[in-house]
Nanobody
C-alpha cells in the first residue's frame, strides 16, 4: 500500500514557476510509476505528466516543453517542475501511483490505471 502527499502549490503570476513534490510512503517506491493529474473547477480530472519506474517520462501536449517531472527514489519523492505558467494551468494538482506492471505507454495517461492518489494541492496562476 502507498500513501501520497503533495506539496508546493500556491499562487503565482503568469510566466512564473512552481515545483510540486509528492512524497510516497513505503520502501519499494522505486517499483512504482507515478503520474500527475489536475482538475479545474467544473472540468474533469486530466492527465498532465507521468514518470515510469524506469524513468521514462510522458507529458500532455498542453504542458510539453513547460513542465518536467522527475523522481528521487532515495527520497521516495516525485517532482513536477512547472515553468511558464499560464492562467489556464490553474487547478488542483494530484499525484498518483501504481505498481510498475499497471503502467505502460498505453495506460500511462489513464486515470483508471493509477491505484493510489494524493489529496491534491492547489495551483493558482494569476494573469
Amino acid at each position: 500500500h502507498v500513501q501520497l502527499v503533495e506539496s508546493g502549490g500556491g499562487l503565482v503570476q503568469a510566466g512564473g514557476s512552481l515545483r510540486l513534490s509528492c512524497l510516497a510512503s513505503g520502501r519499494t517506491f522505486s517499483t512504482y510509476s507515478a503520474g500527475w493529474f489536475r482538475q479545474a473547477p467544473g472540468k474533469e480530472r486530466e492527465f498532465v505528466a507521468a514518470i515510469k519506474w524506469s524513468g521514462t517520462t510522458h507529458y500532455s501536449d498542453s504542458v510539453k516543453g513547460r513542465f518536467t517531472t522527475s523522481r528521487d527514489n532515495d527520497k521516495n519523492t516525485v517532482y513536477l517542475e512547472m515553468n511558464g505558467l499560464k492562467p489556464e494551468d490553474t487547478a488542483v494538482y494530484y499525484c498518483a501511483a501504481s505498481f510498475l506492471t499497471r503502467i505502460n505507454m498505453q495506460t500511462i495517461d489513464s486515470r483508471g490505471a493509477y491505484d493510489y492518489w494524493g489529496q491534491g494541492t492547489q495551483v493558482t496562476v494569476s494573469s
